[in-house]
């Protein structure tokens, strides 16, 4: 399993920072917020605004004093680029010791760009690993906004609930799922995704005999609609 985002013992203290458009696709599509060295270590947990953890990726590519934040994060804080917000330094365990991992993960799917909707059937198991791979040692939590890309296509996914347990409890289907936005937790191996259809029900899924049923819509009422950086391609872009 990939190593852990950790935090030092001399952590830097809240900051006040600028919100800018993120300053490389690649960050953006990694969930991953910019910051300069100078203000936070690489590959750490922060929270914004009191309330959205993210991973950081320290580059010279933001000045320091200055936050990158893709279109997608920037809608889900109801941020604007030249707001400043708070940044501070975030250690889950101490707020949830154990209970720190997913053990399921529910989310709603659609077509970043719903001009390029397609017909394809989408293999949800395979589609849940590559998601894994590229989110695993990420926190996620509910209301969140992801780009997803899987096998050239983007999809917008959101993060409906989330069941955050400890990796050593033997029954873990009782616990319950939440859909409060606090109920944050870290993707691990061993999360389960489930894939349900937005609203639009444009993605076409395949059935599984592990998943639920994805038919089910379970998609809140708001919608994307920004560029997710300033240069994106059209894919990337909202309709």
């Known amino acids: 399993m990939e190593k852990l985002p950790f935090m030092k013992s001399q952590r830097p203290s809240e900051k006040r920072l600028l919100v800018q458009n993120s300053p490389d696709n690649e960050i953006a ?4 917020i910019a910051v300069n060295p100078q203000d936070f270590p690489d590959n750490s947990y922060v929270i914004c605004g009191g309330k959205y953890v993210f991973t950081t990726t320290a580059t010279t590519k933001i000045l320091p004093g200055a936050i990158g934040v893709s279109g997608n994060q920037r809608f889900w804080g109801s941020w604007s680029t030249g707001q400043e917000i708070s940044v501070s330094p975030y250690d889950l365990f101490q707020y949830t010791k154990k209970k720190s991992y997913l053990g399921s993960v529910n989310v ?3 077509f970043w760009n719903k001009n390029r909707a397609n017909n394809i059937q989408y293999d949800q198991d395979d589609m849940a690993a590559q998601f894994i ?12 906004i992801i780009l997803f890309e899987y096998q050239g296509t983007y999809f917008e996914i959101v993060i409906q609930s989330t069941q955050v347990v400890d990796l050593g409890e033997v029954l873990i289907d009782s616990v319950p799922t939440s859909k409060d ?3 944050k937790g870290i993707v691990v191996q061993q999360t389960k995704i489930n894939f349900f259809k ?10 599984s005999s592990t998943r639920p049923n994805a038919d089910a819509i379970i998609r809140p009422d708001f919608k994307f609609c920004l560029l997710y950086t300033s240069d994106a391609a059209d894919d990337m872009q909202c309709v």
């Open 29 to 32: 599509k990694s969930n991953h």
């Open 108 to 110: 709603s799917i659609s």
């Open 133 to 144: 791979s590229k989110f695993e040692s990420q926190i996620l939590q509910p209301t969140q």
């Open 181 to 183: 936005i606090m109920n």
């Open 198 to 207: 937005a609203d639009d029900g444009l993605v076409n899924l395949k059935p």
